[in-house]
């Protein structure tokens, strides 16, 4: 004989079997569950093809308020028998929770207090409902209202990564992403130009408040007399490096200063930590964040002042470009800032020039890959988006070099004197690429491997170097301040961070510059896409790379490739003219076809 009971909200009937009831699904599924994994409703014999009778629901209530009662009781009040449609009844009344509710395998009637405030709560209830779905028929129209702003503060809120799920966007039969939100934001013309991911990786967006101590009082060497040059991009407002090289008897001499943050930033200080969580500058379209309060810029900025305190890396250079020995020390300079472009035409930087092509012939000659692809910088102006393409003056190959060469300077110093440093590493790539142009770059960059930052020592092949450390940008880089500190640590006998400590600051910095790389990468996009989308855009495109039968270009005025189709096969490093046809903002994808 089967049992009426309830399993898992549902009807079922049950029979004994053994220590199990097997059961026997409104579906026809037949399982085995344990008796108090169900709720008997009636002990049979039932079916499952049952009608609940009509009954008295209120009467019983007004006999029962406040009373706790079994459902065998409350099926003979409503109903005036007790059979399985009269049970199944009963349960129903009890689980809808209305008069009755179900607690365990017992029934409380509410009190007509408690039963009031249900009545009210469940009216409110269904006019948020009724107001919700106006209001999503109204974003699915494409015409919001004012009362509407809720529902898109939650969309905004998820575009933004503040949320992982969005009723709104579920209503809407749309994905609950970032993505999504965002293109619905800019479907309705809420959203125009908004940039979400910064904000959306959960980066700081505003600069550090913390005081700065006072420079210390200490031994600094005094290079006013000797020229310094700190060379960058037009329109550069964090120069931490300056430079000064000299012919002298069998090389060269050449002055790399560096801004000398460590003097100010103590391991574990509030600064430190608060540079750590940042990981670097973050370098946005839009303007900078930067790691450090700007007053520490304005203090140490190479060139800022007439005099600026540095930490100088003096390295002896041959002929051939091997390094023969270095220096370290604190030192005031005085420093001359300018442009790629005049630096070019200024005479008194020939040695260094020569210097840096006998040290970049050295690292040819070691196996070093040169992988020039055409950049551009994207700055937001007021209303205007400017696409700056980086002109390729040779006077960048002299800074770089000379960065290079403080750098291994620096790693191997570290190395020699067994300091723990952050090493920047590279393994071999893949593969080396034979040929020519841009499309042979762009198959060998394919072919990299990713360079790391470790704490032990290690090559760094794609530079051609047996060590190698980034020690020239300690304003904008956590990792180069750790460099430091651990450098003046060394210089002045102190403790420096330990093995175990060093590691763990690599790991940190690195997981955050991770994402300080991808919001600048996806900010530099949607920039572009938005300038596209307003200006248009038709101009040369370099053939790099075939895909069956479509094309990956290079468009060298706005520093981005374009998939396109082919109509006929074209050799790589080809050129042909592109033209913009539609950007997905939320999806930063561009669609480009030859002219």
């Known amino acids: 004989m089967a049992a009426l009971v309830i399993y898992k909200g549902k ?11 097997e059961l026997t699904l409104a579906t026809g599924e037949r399982l085995r569950v344990r008796p108090k994994d169900v709720l008997l409703l009636h002990p049979g014999p039932a079916g499952l093809a049952l009608e609940v009778p009509p009954g008295e629901e209120e009467a019983a209530w007004e006999l029962l308020q406040g009373e706790v009662v079994g459902l065998k009781e409350l099926a003979e009040l409503v109903y005036g028998a007790y059979t399985p449609e009269t049970a199944l009844g009963a349960y129903l009344l009890a689980q809808k929770g209305g008069r009755f509710v179900l607690e365990g395998e017992r029934v409380r ?94 980066l700081p967006l505003e600069a550090p408040r913390l005081p700065l101590p006072p420079l210390p009082e200490e031994g600094r060497e005094d290079l006013t007399h000797f020229s310094a040059f700190a060379i960058d991009d037009e329109g550069s407002q ?45 370098y946005l379209p839009e303007g900078t964040v930067p790691m450090l309060p700007p007053e520490a810029t304005a203090l140490l ?12 890396f003096e390295l002896w250079v041959s002929e051939e470009g091997e390094l023969l020995e270095e220096r370290i020390f604190p030192s005031w300079v005085r420093v001359e800032r300018l442009t790629y472009a005049e630096a070019v035409g200024r005479p008194e930087l020939a040695p260094l020039r020569e210097v840096a092509e006998a040290f970049r012939g050295r690292r040819l000659a070691q196996g070093a890959l040169e992988i020039s692809l055409p950049e551009v910088k994207v700055r937001v102006e007021g209303d205007e988006i400017r696409i700056l393409p980086l002109p390729p003056h040779e006077s960048r190959i002299w800074v770089r070099e000379a960065m290079l060469l403080a750098g291994y ?31 042979a770059m762009w198959e060998q960059r394919k072919a990299l491997k990713r360079a790391q930052l470790k704490a032990t020592p290690a090559p760094h092949k794609g530079l051609g170097l047996p060590l190698y450390a980034q020690v020239t940008s300690p304003l904008r880089r956590y990792l180069d301040l750790v460099a430091h500190q651990q450098l003046r640590a060394w210089l002045k006998g102190e403790r420096p961070l330990s093995q175990a400590e060093l ?3 690599v790991g940190a910095a690195e997981a955050v510059a991770d994402l300080v790389r991808e919001a600048e990468r996806k900010s530099k996009l949607h920039w572009t896409l938005i ?18 039968g479509q094309g990956v270009f290079l468009l060298p005025e706005l520093g981005l490739s374009a998939q396109v189709a082919l109509p006929k096969p074209l050799p790589p490093n080809a050129e042909a003219r592109l033209r ?11 669609r480009f076809a030859l002219v």
Do not use: C, M
């Not at 009807?11 to 009831?21: H, I, N, T």
């Open 11 to 21: 009807p079922a009937l049950a029979e004994e079997k053994g220590d199990r009831l």
């Open 531 to 548: 300038h596209l989308q307003e200006e248009g855009y038709e101009g040369v495109g370099v053939l790099v790379e075939r895909r069956g």
């Open 109 to 202: 009637a509410r009190t007509a207090e408690e039963l009031a405030a249900w009545l009210r709560a469940q009216r409110e209830r269904e006019a948020r409902e009724r107001a919700f779905q106006e209001g999503i028929a109204r974003l699915k129209a494409g015409s919001p209202a004012p009362e509407d702003r809720p529902l898109l503060a939650e969309v905004e809120a998820l575009a933004w990564g503040e949320r992982k799920e969005s009723p709104v966007l579920k209503a809407l039969g749309l994905p609950e992403t970032p993505e999504a939100a965002h293109a619905l934001l800019l479907r309705l013309g809420l959203w125009r130009r908004e940039n979400p991911h910064p904000r959306r990786l959960g």
């Open 580 to 590: 913009f046809l539609e950007a997905d903002l939320a999806g930063l994808e561009a």
């Open 301 to 312: 900025g190479l060139g800022l002042k007439p005099l600026s305190p540095a930490l100088t």
């Open 409 to 439: 300077a620096a790693a191997h110093l570290a190395f020699r004197e067994g300091l723990p440093f952050p090493y920047a590493t590279q393994e071999a790539p893949s593969r080396r690429v034979e040929g020519e142009g841009l499309a």
């Open 503 to 505: 590691l763990e600051r």
């Open 238 to 282: 964090d120069p931490d490096d300056a430079l000064y090289a000299e012919r002298v008897e069998g090389g060269f001499r050449l002055l790399v200063h560096v801004a000398d943050v460590a003097a100010l930033v103590a391991p574990g200080s509030p600064l430190d930590r608060e540079a750590l969580r940042r990981g670097a500058n973050l």
